[in-house]
């Protein structure tokens, strides 16, 4: 029994697991292989949609966030089911839940926190990325992170915590949230941000009387989104960027650009021009880095840039040759936001991004069928130019080729088919339809 082990059932993970089981059905491998996929969840996480997460708004609570959770956190069951099994003809693809806690390469084998020993024949690495902090003190105590789903229910709590607080009469100042790292994430959330606390401060600050009675003039809330770059969304044109900046404006985001953070408290942001913001919460989208546990496996190839801000810390991914697999180790493949790969086109880095990592996926799993039939590895191909930048309620700037672009409500729609593609690609069509109602039913409370 040839063994394959997938870590990561992310974008890039569940796609290899997916194509590589359709293919082997037809293959001479039919029954004679094996996939696993690891992932220390139970569920794949519908990330793009995380900020709708954070800043739904009026959900009926409940103590485990169900309907929240329902709309991106696809159980692996529903998808493997319907896609994998003898229902579909394919073979099976069993799921391990386990969080990963050593690859050994040299014998290999991977071990997980319950000190299980996995052994495999060809491994995909598919970990996906952790925040990277960039030493800038007090970063990783006082920043709320925005990675995964208890980031995204934290900072709903947060900010539903601090409207009640206003409501209440206990502020004499707004309520002031600040975003840093204005990339597309940064710049999402923060539009978000801007429309659930306006709704959010209608609906509990009763009257102007007790507006007044609490201190807080005019607006009751301020969204401060940081870059330290001279300029937001530098690969992005000038007259996108213009379009998105001004969006921001007309909801209320203030921009500040080239604000470079040197230290974060616990209500304040110092930057390094010398300036001094006060803040109530403090969301962290300044860059992704390796997962620790990958940076610490030995053996694996890692390239070595250095990061923003000086610190020896983010920056670092796992180096793969055109076909994907790591130099030195074949049979072992690495995809998706855990690896660099340059464009040969650009001599770049090329963004990490979830249709990259899906692609990959792609690429993987016909190079591995190559690899088991002695063939050569085909190259991968990066595509990355289309993008999709939601800017706050229905609306959002689509990026398509040649610089073809669709703004406003449309270009939301256009996210929502793109969704549902996505949705269309893993799971039956009911259940992609109703994911798609509940996403629709819910995330445009605020709208
Ligand atoms: C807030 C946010 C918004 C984004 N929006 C967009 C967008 O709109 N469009 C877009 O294209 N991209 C977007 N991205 C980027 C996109 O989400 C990533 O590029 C994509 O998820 C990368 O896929 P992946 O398979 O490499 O990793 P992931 O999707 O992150 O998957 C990694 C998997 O590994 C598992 N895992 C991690 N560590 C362990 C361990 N030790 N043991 C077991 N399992 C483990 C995780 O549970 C996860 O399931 C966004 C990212 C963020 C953070």
Known sequence: ??????????????????????????????????????????YHLFVPALYEVASAYGVKRDPFAVRLKKTICIPYSDIFSARSGPASGGEKINFVQAGVSAIDLENKQVATEGGEMLNYDYLVIALGSQAADFGISGAKEYAFQFKNLEDALLLNQKIEELIKEAAAGQRSQPIKIAVIGAGFTGIEIAAEFARCVQKLAKTCLPSEALAKESGIKGRCERIILLEAGPRILPAVSAGERDIILKRLTRLGVEVLEGAAVEEIGGNYIKLKNGKRLDTDLITWTA????????????????????????????????????????????????????????????????????????????????????????????????????????????????????????????????????????????????????????EITLFTKND
């Open 287 to 438: 860059g992704i880095r390796l997962p620790d546990l990958l940076e610490k496996t030995l053996a694996l190839p890692l390239t070595e840039k250095p990061a923003r801000g000086g610190s020896a810390s983010g920056g670092k991914k796992i180096k793969v040759n055109n076909g994907l697999e790591l130099d030195g180790w074949p049979g072992v493949f690495a995809i998706g936001d855990n690896t660099e790969f340059i464009d040969p086109k650009t001599s770049r880095p090329i963004p990490a991004l979830a249709y990259v990592a899906v692609d990959q996926g792609k690429i993987v799993a016909k190079n591995l069928l190559r690899l088991i039939g002695n063939k050569q590895l085909i190259e991968y191909r990066p595509f990355y130019s289309v993008w999709i930048a939601p800017v706050g309620g229905k609306y959002a700037v689509a990026h398509f080729k040649d610089g073809f672009n669709v703004i406003g409500f449309w270009g939301w729609i256009m996210r929502e088919v793109v969704d549902f593609k996505y949705m269309l690609s893993i799971l039956s069509f009911k259940k992609a339809v109703s994911i798609l109602w509940q």
């Open 1 to 42: 029994m040839v063994k394959i082990l997938i870590l990561g059932g992310g974008f890039g993970g569940i796609r290899a697991a997916l194509d590589l089981n359709k293919k082997l059905k037809n293959k001479i491998l039919a029954g004679q292989a094996e996939i696993t996929l690891v992932d220390k969840n139970s």
